[in-house]
Nanobody, 116 residues
Framework: QVQLVESGGGLVQPGGSLRLSCAASGFTFSSYPIDWYRQAPGKERELVAAISSTGGSTGYADSVKGRFTVSRDNAKNTVYLQMNTLKPEDAAVYYC?????????WGQGTQVTVSS
């Protein structure tokens, strides 16, 4: 079955960096785009970044543009989210999402805390 497993979250000081990973299995990973979402307490889940199946096309929310970079390694069935210059407002649970053949799959999320 389809599985998405995020990792790499943690506590970081403002201005710091983290790299999140999303390891996928159970589908032809290289055929599908992958999205990164985040959800902070009391807020709706929001789209942060997206990457096409080949990695040749990416997109970002305005709030993270220039600070976050999404990439993928199709040989490893893994998508990454490099997060630099983190701000307290970036604190959230980060999820990866795949949409395959009309079905949507989510990972369990990884917590990112930005605090001094």
């Amino acid at each position: 079955q389809v599985q998405l497993v995020e990792s790499g979250g943690g506590l970081v000081q403002p201005g710091g960096s983290l790299r999140l990973s999303c390891a996928a299995s159970g589908f032809t990973f290289s055929s599908y785009p992958i999205d990164w979402y985040r959800q902070a307490p009391g807020k709706e889940r929001e789209l942060v970044a997206a990457i096409s199946s080949t990695g040749g096309s990416t997109g970002y929310a305005d709030s993270v543009k220039g600070r976050f970079t999404v990439s993928r390694d199709n040989a490893k069935n893994t998508v990454y989210l490099q997060m630099n210059t983190l701000k307290p407002e970036d604190a959230a649970v980060y999820y990866c999402r795949a949409s395959t053949n009309g079905a949507i799959y989510w990972g369990q999320g990884t917590q990112v805390t930005v605090s001094s």
